[in-house]
């Protein structure tokens, strides 16, 4: 049975920063396009980040460009989500997210096949 479990999310003061954790399994990781979506209260699903099964490639959102960094460990079957300079805009829950592609990436939630339950992330003083 595949399946997607996040970790790592908390409270953190602005300026901090938090590393989330997707572990998988029942499915082979490395075929699988990794993407981290985000939803705050009122708002729509917004995708953060993703990163490829093959060729290494990544993309940010503009709104966490330079303070989030996406990474994947495919002996673990686990990506990563390297958040630094917090914001309290940042306040959500926090998704990650799976679908088989060879190249590339995206962050049209609607692609994707698989989704973890969520990690709530509160970014507050």
């Known amino acids: 049975q595949l399946q997607l479990v996040e970790s790592g999310g908390g409270l953190v003061q602005p300026g901090g920063s938090l590393r989330l954790s997707c572990a998988a399994s029942?499915?082979?990781?490395?075929?699988?396009?990794i993407g981290w979506f985000r939803q705050a209260p009122g708002k729509e699903r917004e995708g953060v980040s993703c990163?490829?099964?093959?060729?290494?490639?990544?993309y940010y959102a503009d709104s966490v460009k330079g303070r989030f960094t996406i990474s994947r460990d495919n002996a673990k079957n686990t990506g990563y989500l390297q958040m630094n300079s917090l914001k309290p805009e940042d306040t959500a829950v926090y998704y990650c997210?799976?679908?088989?592609?060879?190249?590339?990436?995206?962050?049209?939630?609607?692609?994707?096949?698989?989704w973890g339950q969520g990690t709530q992330v509160t970014v507050s003083s």
């Open positions: 997210a799976a679908v088989p592609l060879g190249v590339g990436c995206f962050v049209d939630p609607l692609e994707y096949d698989y």
């Open positions: 990163i490829s099964s093959s060729d290494g490639s990544t």
């Open positions: 029942g499915f082979t990781f490395n075929y699988y396009v």
